[in-house]
């Protein structure tokens, strides 16, 4: 039992460090030298290691190690343009489609992330895994609500996860606020069967957290 805590523990310590800054895009993550920091043995580091590498935090590669993966802007917009268009379309499709269960859980993740303050909270950490849970499920309800089962697969090859984690770091009580917002205003098109309304909100979403996250990396590349 201590040595799943344990494993949790380095997993969450270590992820904390990449999605904070501690360690940069491309920097090279040396066992023995998180081990040490850490304070655990090289196995929890080993297996954490991995398991961020299934996130997308860490590229593992032979003969090279671990390394913490990088996004240039180029890629954000990419990845932020194509949210933009497929869950836009989701949304106008699941306007016509979505049930009461599926408005339903919509509705609870939507308090779900409403209730999470990581100013507040005694472990940032936590609070921000949280929201990062309760966002996804707010979005996979609505492309599960399209009834396309494709649209599903295309973003997840679209949504990068360390890109989510990041941003919801970098968020401020009002960025959080805003995020909110758009939500609740998603779900309340939804529930009025206004496809394009809940479109061209999605949209604006998408982009309202492209434009946040590019300004945030264009700072951290100034301060280096």
């Given amino acids: 039992m201590r040595e799943a ?10 992820r904390a460090l990449i999605v904070e800054g501690e360690y940069r895009p491309d920097e090279r993550l040396v066992e023995e030298h998180l081990a040490e920091r850490l304070g655990v043995s090289r196995t929890p580091v080993r297996q954490a290691l991995t398991m961020l590498e299934a996130e997308g935090l860490v590229e593992i590669a032979p003969n090279k190690g671990a390394v913490v993966c990088s996004f240039s802007i180029e890629d954000v917009w ?30 609870e993740a939507v308090e779900e992330q409403a209730g999470v303050s990581p100013e507040d909270s005694g472990d940032r950490e936590e609070a921000i895994r949280r929201i990062v849970d309760a966002n996804q499920k707010f979005h996979s309800a609505i492309i599960e609500a399209s009834r396309n089962g494709r649209l599903g697969k295309l973003l997840q090859r679209t949504v990068e996860t360390p890109l989510v984690f990041k941003a919801f770091h970098w968020y401020t009580p009002k960025e959080l606020a805003i995020s909110n917002h758009y939500h609740r205003q998603i779900l309340h098109a939804l529930e009025s069967g206004d496809g394009e309304r809940a479109e061209i909100v999605m949209k604006e979403h998408v ?13 951290d590349a100034n301060r280096e």
Avoid at 5 to 14: F, I
Avoid at 207 to 218: M, P, Q, S, T
């Fill in 5 to 14: 805590v344990s494993e949790a523990g380095t997993l969450g310590r270590l």
């Fill in 78 to 107: 990419d990845i932020y343009d194509l949210r933009a268009v497929l869950e836009g379309y989701a949304a106008r499709r699941a306007a016509d489609r979505i049930g009461a269960e599926e408005l339903r859980r919509l509705g």
């Fill in 207 to 219: 982009y309202e957290g492209r434009d946040f996250v590019i300004k945030a990396l264009r700072e």
